[in-house]
């Protein structure tokens, strides 16, 4: 296969493609946008899965989800436990550690 060719089939792929990687990117960057919301609501005594749902306008499933993936990550923990669901807290980090 030539230089050529290969270019040209690459073309087509990318175009063929097109409409899957504009919503893939759709995606990723509503997630980054809600992950933002999520982080700044859980400044001061933290909250509740429900709590958060309501703040940032998601549904609770995909704010535990977002939380599990957080907790996994170490960026958040759970704290006290508010009925049936804890209270999540970010983790603070040394200035020295994010340098």
Same mark, same amino acid.
């Given at each position: 296969?030539?230089?050529?060719s290969?270019k040209?089939a690459m073309?087509?792929?990318?175009?063929e493609?097109?409409?899957? &990687?504009?919503?893939?990117a759709a995606? @990723?960057k509503?997630?980054k946008?809600? %992950? =933002?919301?999520?982080? +700044?609501?859980?400044? /001061?005594?933290?909250?509740?899965?429900?709590?958060?749902?309501?703040? &940032?306008?998601?549904?609770?499933s995909? @704010?535990?989800?977002?939380?599990?993936t %957080? =907790?996994?990550y170490g +960026?958040?923990v759970? /704290?006290t436990?508010?009925?049936?669901?804890f209270k999540?807290?970010?983790?603070?980090?040394?200035?020295?550690?994010?340098?």
């Amino acid at each position: 296969m030539s230089d050529e060719s290969k270019k040209e089939a690459m073309k087509q792929l990318r175009a063929e493609r097109k409409s899957s &990687i504009q919503k893939a990117a759709a995606t @990723v960057k509503q997630q980054k946008k809600e %992950l =933002k919301l999520l982080k +700044e609501h859980l400044t /001061g005594d933290g909250a509740t899965a429900p709590e958060i749902a309501e703040a &940032i306008g998601i549904n609770v499933s995909q @704010v535990i989800w977002y939380l599990a993936t %957080l =907790k996994q990550y170490g +960026e958040v923990v759970e /704290g006290t436990k508010d009925g049936c669901y804890f209270k999540y807290q970010l983790v603070e980090t040394d200035s020295a550690e994010a340098a």
